[in-house]
């Protein structure tokens, strides 16, 4: 299927913006500083994992450091649904005081935006403080048919790709095995990535995928348990495609590989997903607050989370436990992003029961 003139216009907008990851001046007026002494905040996340918990707890620590009054900011996670749980729960008890801000990765936002089944919130009713990116790498498992990429593991013959839910990662995966001519199982139910990759390194599955950080940090100890890189999703370049991630830089990307078994792939409504999903994974883990809250507090915590990323000891704190400093995308722009990305997936061809839609979450 061809993609609309319409969505080609609001895509190249907003890839323009996704190129521009930098500090952002708040402009306006000053506004006086909300003071959060003697306040308890909580930062929800839908996230277990340990490396992601302990990423935003650290974080915190230093948003706390430039809110004024220094509040006590906890992170509790809210697990399950890919994201859904979590998502659902905040529109329950968040309040416009700047007392709850939350993560939402990248599925929530695709879920919202194409109708899928299970969302209990309006994702139109909260603002976005800021945003990391988050790449993604497929690997093989002990027992894949293993080439020298992903392409000729898809050429090899059938495949299983264990999850925890279904998302844009799977779909990529499946598009680029249906491109070389084969099917892709997928397996769902995992829990935590240590459980996936477990099966990996069993030979229970074949392929799954991991957050790319997470690849560069442990690569040695997954390499020895018989796991190979094969391909990542890469980031969203300056001109508008999708490039390699820095830190994987001598690892193709699913859209590199893609193109190879159609050359003119670039023309479909195909490849407009898997960019469109690559745009919004660099936003992937957003932060937002509700809608009502006021502009001081949205900004101050705006501020916070700017002043914090760029605070050396941050940096160097996170490093020492994470292996890469934290990318921030400061609140505008990445507010910026998202409106466009979910601008594309309003189109008919990513609604439920549409082709789109089903590449993403499955179903008929």
């Given at each position: 299927m061809s993609i609309s003139t319409r969505s080609k216009n609001i895509l190249k907008k907003s890839l323009v913006a996704l190129s521009v990851i930098a500090p952002f001046a708040i402009a306006g007026p000053a506004l006086a500083e909300p003071d959060f002494a003697g306040k308890d905040i909580t930062f929800w996340t839908s996230h277990k994992g340990a490396d992601s918990v302990l990423s935003l707890q650290t974080f915190s620590n230093y948003i706390s450091k430039y809110l004024k009054g220094n509040p006590k900011i906890t992170v509790v996670s809210k697990f399950g649904g890919g994201g859904l749980v979590n998502a659902n729960y905040f529109a329950k008890i968040n309040k416009p005081d700047g007392l709850n801000v939350t993560m939402f990765n990248f599925v929530v936002t695709m879920a919202w935006a194409m109708g899928k089944d299970?969302?209990?919130?309006?994702?139109?009713?909260?603002?976005?403080?800021?945003?990391?990116?988050?790449?993604?790498?497929?690997?093989?498992?002990?027992?894949?048919?293993?080439?020298?990429?992903?392409?000729?593991?898809?050429?090899?013959?059938?495949?299983?790709?264990?999850?925890?839910?279904?998302?844009?990662?799977?779909?990529?995966?499946?598009?680029?095995f249906k491109g070389a001519g084969n099917p892709l199982k997928v397996v769902t139910g995992f829990g935590k990535t240590e459980d996936v990759i477990q099966a990996l390194a069993s030979g229970e599955v074949q392929l799954s995928y991991v957050y790319g950080p997470a690849w560069v940090r442990n690569e040695a100890n997954y390499r020895g348990m018989g796991l190979k890189p094969l391909a990542q999703m890469g980031v969203i370049g300056k001109n508008g495609e999708v490039a390699r991630y820095a830190s994987l830089a001598n690892i193709p990307t699913v859209a590199e590989l893609y193109l190879k078994t159609n050359p003119n792939g670039k023309k479909t409504m195909e490849y407009l997903a898997m960019k469109t999903a690559t745009g919004l994974s660099n936003i992937g883990k957003g932060y937002f607050i509700g809608k009502d809250t006021p502009d001081d507090i949205v900004d101050a915590w705006r501020a916070a989370m700017q002043k914090a990323a760029a605070d050396p000891d941050f940096i160097k704190e996170h490093t020492k436990l994470l292996g890469t400093p934290l990318e921030l995308v400061p609140g505008p722009e990445a507010e910026s992003i998202l409106k466009d990305g979910l601008e594309v997936l309003k189109d008919t061809y990513f609604q439920k029961g549409n082709d789109g839609y089903k590449m993403v979450f499955g179903g008929k």
């Open positions: 299970g969302v209990n919130y309006e994702l139109d009713q909260y603002r976005m403080v800021g945003a990391e990116p988050q790449v993604f790498m497929h690997m093989a498992g002990t027992s894949a048919k293993v080439g020298d990429s992903m392409l000729d593991i898809a050429k090899a013959g059938p495949h299983t790709y264990g999850t925890r839910t279904r998302n844009a990662n799977v779909m990529a995966a499946e598009m680029l």
